[in-house]
């Protein structure tokens, strides 16, 4: 109504002198159109909740009939200006447009289901039927459809959603068309009046949908935690608690489940989350997740909680596999942990970027950040690609440091692992200064621009004062055994296990001519690559492409001897070295996911062969060891006979 009233006030202001002018009939015609335009959003949009309103209506009618199993609801703090949002409970807009006139008014705090995805008002929740997905079905015979009114896309899916009945489009208000459902499991949608000839010709049993291979199917999960958990109550039963804080949240994290009866065609996925990662997608990401899988696949990393919790849940599933939502070195830790496990046959490791560089995760071809890993198919473009990844090996190495005392080298000081290379000289310094700035200013770092833009500044820093320039007459490179000249213009040194450095550099370059003393690069060959750089300005040129590292050496055992103080940093993570050694030594291969370029009309023969060796195993043809062993050997032919 006030748009409505500003307009007319608008036109009564215009001189009416002018009303035959071409400039008159123009204005008239552009409010005109303004005015249909608003009015048919504003329709659309009463329509839109009323479609809302009869699908509730509906779906709480058919619930009672088929008695399908239910959860209260997981509520989470939540916040979002970018879009309005209908409360579940009164079906009113979570934020009110008059709240819209003020920009510190325009973003108010609701409640999200993290489960599920409806949100409520914060004095709404705790009034909410409990309708979510129930994620614990362990002994019931089938599992069936949890139809749910569609609140917002949380998915990522596409909104040109057809009815799985009659395979005509859904979100159309218009055009006499039928409220909707969506299935919390499948992601099917059906139109209400077509559910009811849907349950009389094909029943109400679902079968996870698109992707039910690596979906954990809550007929396998089985809940083992005891005690009462704090759900949503009703009315009268709230009023006789004592209102206790945040009355209406279930505590997810209390509960403890096991996987039973697990089918053997099941590949289910398990999810790890870094929320602090890049930008801090995490907690949408979990969010979207939890909707299109089962949730306790979806594990949230931090101080409190690490892999091991995740891990220990599918310690006895024999084809798993795993998802790190993080930068390289959420990718480390993961890696670390399941080797801890000593599984049978590990889970190779599928990489959703959200860190800086994410360089492990660009040379397995997931793209070098959330945008280009989603593409244009979202989450659920993702999952799919990770059931058809191929499954590749990756070096991972030992990086021995000990120190000078007295002139003798000391037993291992300590021992880090490292997957993507280790830098000594001025690549690290500018590391290490941007990691000391990000502890000290975490709020300037809020996505990869301004990342790389800080980076940036680091590196301009150091082409000033030149702190490295000292190295080869301070430092002395040894390659199995060899020593290896250092060039005196050389202010950093760079060993390398992938082909991807600072965001997609490639310093080794297999591309070019053939060397006879050096080798092609590779990340599962056993053998390290050894470069060095000119400076900061090298470095620089480096990422535009204009130049290119210079080629030290190939080896497998690296030892590198300070002799004085430098920055040091082992996949990103820097730190200054007192004089001593770093040895770098092969630890062993880890099975990790590539994403398969090749089209769905032709498979990856990794991906074909991965599959071929699990359905043997199943069939009890071959066992664990015998299916890693042959996986492994596959992987390493088919990464070797691939062109560089």
């Given at each position: 109504?006030?748009?409505?009233?500003?307009?007319?006030?608008?036109?009564?202001?215009?001189?009416?002198?002018?009303?035959?002018?071409?400039?008159?009939?123009?204005?008239?015609?552009?409010?005109?159109?303004?005015?249909?335009?608003?009015?048919?959003?504003?329709?659309?949009?009463?329509?839109?909740?009323?479609?809302?309103?009869?699908?509730?209506?509906e779906r709480k009618r058919f619930q009672k009939l088929l008695n399908w199993p239910t959860s209260p609801h997981s509520w989470v703090e939540s916040q979002h200006s970018h879009q309005l949002t209908t409360c579940s409970v009164c079906l009113t807009d979570l934020v009110s447009p008059q709240s819209g006139k003020s920009k510190h008014t325009s973003c108010i705090s609701f409640q999200t289901c993290s489960v599920c995805g409806v949100s409520a008002h914060s004095r709404c929740a705790r009034f909410a039927t409990k309708d979510c997905k129930c994620v614990a079905q362990a002994?019931?015979?089938?599992?069936?459809?949890?139809?749910?009114?569609?609140?917002?896309?949380?998915?990522?899916?596409?909104?040109?959603?057809?009815?799985?009945?009659?395979?005509?489009?859904?979100?159309?208000?218009?055009?006499?068309?039928?409220?909707?459902?969506?299935?919390?499991?499948?992601?099917?949608?059906?139109?209400?009046?077509?559910?009811?000839?849907?349950?009389?010709?094909?029943?109400?049993?679902?079968?996870?949908?698109?992707?039910?291979?690596?979906?954990?199917?809550?007929?396998?999960?089985?809940?083992?935690?005891?005690?009462?958990?704090?759900?949503?109550?009703?009315?009268?039963?709230?009023?006789?608690?004592?209102?206790?804080?945040?009355?209406?949240?279930?505590?997810?994290?209390?509960?403890?489940?096991?996987?039973?009866?697990?089918?053997?065609?099941?590949?289910?996925?398990?999810?790890?989350?870094?929320?602090?990662?890049?930008?801090?997608?995490?907690?949408?990401?979990?969010?979207?997740?939890?909707?299109?899988?089962?949730?306790?696949?979806?594990?949230?990393?931090?101080?409190?909680?690490?892999?091991?919790?995740?891990?220990?849940?599918?310690?006895?599933?024999?084809?798993?596999?795993?998802?790190?939502?993080?930068?390289?070195?959420?990718?480390?830790?993961?890696?670390?942990?399941?080797?801890?496990?000593?599984?049978?046959?590990?889970?190779?490791?599928?990489?959703?970027?959200?860190?800086?560089?994410?360089?492990?995760?660009?040379?397995?071809?997931?793209?070098?950040?959330?945008?280009?890993?989603?593409?244009?198919?979202?989450?659920?473009?993702?999952?799919?690609?990770?059931?058809?990844?191929?499954?590749?090996?990756?070096?991972?190495?030992?990086?021995?440091?000990?120190?000078?005392?007295?002139?003798?080298?000391?037993?291992?000081?300590?021992?880090?692992?490292?997957?993507?290379?280790?830098?000594?000289?001025?690549?690290?310094?500018?590391?290490?200064?941007?990691?000391?700035?990000?502890?000290?200013?975490?709020?300037?770092?809020?996505?990869?621009?301004?990342?790389?833009?800080?980076?940036?500044?680091?590196?301009?820093?150091?082409?000033?004062?030149?702190?490295?320039?000292?190295?080869?007459?301070?430092?002395?490179?040894?390659?199995?055994?060899?020593?290896?000249?250092?060039?005196?213009?050389?202010?950093?040194?760079?060993?390398?296990?992938?082909?991807?450095?600072?965001?997609?550099?490639?310093?080794?370059?297999?591309?070019?001519?053939?060397?006879?003393?050096?080798?092609?690069?590779?990340?599962?060959?056993?053998?390290?690559?050894?470069?060095?750089?000119?400076?900061?300005?090298?470095?620089?040129?480096?990422?535009?492409?204009?130049?290119?590292?210079?080629?030290?050496?190939?080896?497998?055992?690296?030892?590198?001897?300070?002799?004085?103080?430098?920055?040091?940093?082992?996949?990103?993570?820097?730190?200054?070295?007192?004089?001593?050694?770093?040895?770098?030594?092969?630890?062993?291969?880890?099975?990790?996911?590539?994403?398969?370029?090749?089209?769905?009309?032709?498979?990856?023969?990794?991906?074909?062969?991965?599959?071929?060796?699990?359905?043997?195993?199943?069939?009890?043809?071959?066992?664990?060891?015998?299916?890693?062993?042959?996986?492994?050997?596959?992987?390493?032919?088919?990464?070797?006979?691939?062109?560089?």
């Amino acid at each position: 109504m006030e748009s409505a009233y500003l307009l007319v006030k608008i036109v009564h202001e215009i001189d009416m002198a002018n009303l035959g002018s071409p400039a008159w009939i123009t204005t008239v015609g552009l409010f005109t159109a303004i005015a249909v335009v608003y009015t048919f959003l504003q329709l659309q949009k009463q329509v839109s909740l009323n479609w809302v309103k009869i699908a509730a209506r509906e779906r709480k009618r058919f619930q009672k009939l088929l008695n399908w199993p239910t959860s209260p609801h997981s509520w989470v703090e939540s916040q979002h200006s970018h879009q309005l949002t209908t409360c579940s409970v009164c079906l009113t807009d979570l934020v009110s447009p008059q709240s819209g006139k003020s920009k510190h008014t325009s973003c108010i705090s609701f409640q999200t289901c993290s489960v599920c995805g409806v949100s409520a008002h914060s004095r709404c929740a705790r009034f909410a039927t409990k309708d979510c997905k129930c994620v614990a079905q362990a002994g019931a015979p089938n599992l069936i459809h949890h139809w749910s009114e569609k609140w917002s896309d949380s998915t990522g899916t596409s909104d040109t959603n057809s009815c799985c009945y009659c395979h005509e489009l859904c979100n159309v208000p218009f055009l006499g068309a039928s409220p909707i459902w969506r299935c919390l499991w499948c992601q099917r949608f059906v139109h209400v009046q077509c559910h009811a000839k849907l349950l009389r010709e094909v029943g109400n049993i679902c079968d996870l949908g698109q992707h039910h291979r690596i979906i954990l199917s809550p007929l396998s999960v089985r809940e083992i935690s005891e005690g009462e958990v704090n759900g949503n109550l009703s009315v009268k039963r709230w009023h006789r608690r004592n209102k206790r804080k945040n009355s209406c949240f279930v505590n997810a994290e209390k509960k403890k489940y096991e996987i039973v009866n697990l089918q053997s065609d099941v590949r289910p996925l398990l999810v790890f989350i870094n929320a602090k990662s890049g930008a801090q997608y995490g907690p949408s990401l979990r969010r979207k997740l939890n909707t299109l899988l089962n949730p306790i696949q979806v594990f949230e990393l931090g101080a409190s909680q690490g892999p091991e919790v995740g891990l220990e849940m599918f310690r006895h599933v024999q084809h798993f596999r795993v998802l790190v939502c993080g930068g390289d070195g959420t990718v480390a830790w993961v890696l670390d942990a399941i080797e801890r496990f000593e599984f049978e046959s590990p889970p190779p490791v599928a990489i959703l970027p959200l860190g800086t560089g994410n360089d492990l995760a660009r040379v397995l071809q997931w793209g070098g950040g959330l945008a280009s890993a989603l593409g244009k198919g979202g989450i659920s473009g993702l999952l799919d690609d990770i059931d058809h990844g191929a499954v590749t090996m990756l070096d991972r190495w030992s990086v021995a440091i000990k120190e000078n005392v007295g002139g003798q080298l000391q037993d291992v000081k300590k021992q880090k692992f490292m997957m993507n290379y280790l830098g000594v000289g001025c690549d690290a310094k500018v590391a290490y200064e941007f990691h000391t700035m990000r502890e000290e200013k975490p709020e300037l770092f809020y996505n990869q621009l301004m990342n790389k833009l800080i980076y940036a500044k680091e590196g301009a820093k150091d082409m000033m004062d030149r702190s490295c320039e000292h190295l080869p007459w301070h430092m002395t490179l040894e390659v199995d055994g060899e020593t290896v000249e250092i060039p005196e213009d050389a202010e950093g040194v760079l060993v390398l296990n992938i082909a991807s450095y600072m965001g997609g550099v490639d310093l080794w370059q297999n591309e070019d001519s053939y060397d006879a003393q050096l080798g092609i690069q590779s990340m599962d060959d056993k053998t390290l690559e050894v470069v060095c750089v000119t400076g900061a300005w090298h470095l620089g040129k480096l990422q535009v492409g204009l130049s290119r590292a210079q080629r030290l050496a190939q080896g497998k055992v690296i030892r590198l001897h300070l002799h004085s103080s430098f920055p040091v940093q082992v996949d990103g993570e820097p730190f200054i070295q007192p004089p001593g050694c770093l040895e770098i030594t092969h630890q062993g291969q880890v099975f990790m996911l590539k994403r398969a370029s090749e089209s769905r009309s032709k498979a990856h023969p990794s991906a074909v062969m991965t599959e071929v060796l699990l359905n043997a195993q199943c069939k009890g043809i071959i066992d664990a060891s015998q299916q890693k062993l042959l996986l492994q050997e596959i992987a390493l032919r088919l990464s070797s006979s691939r062109p560089r």
